[in-house]
């Protein structure tokens, strides 16, 4: 969950095309990791 919330702060100091573009895919990676972890420690 840190690794999500600091890739959300960070990303809202980019620029618009920035982004859209690399901060969009730095965001969905970061909530996929959480995402996988937390599976994965269900299991």
């Given at each position: 969950?840190?690794?999500?919330?600091?890739?959300?702060k960070t990303?809202?100091?980019?620029?618009?095309?920035?982004?859209?573009?690399?901060?969009?895919?730095?965001?969905?990676?970061?909530?996929?990791?959480?995402a996988n972890i937390s599976?994965?420690?269900?299991?």
């Open positions: 969950m840190n690794i999500g919330e600091t890739v959300w990303t809202e100091t980019f620029d618009l095309f920035s982004k859209r573009s690399i901060g969009l895919q730095l965001v969905r990676a970061a909530d996929s990791m959480s599976e994965g420690y269900d299991q």
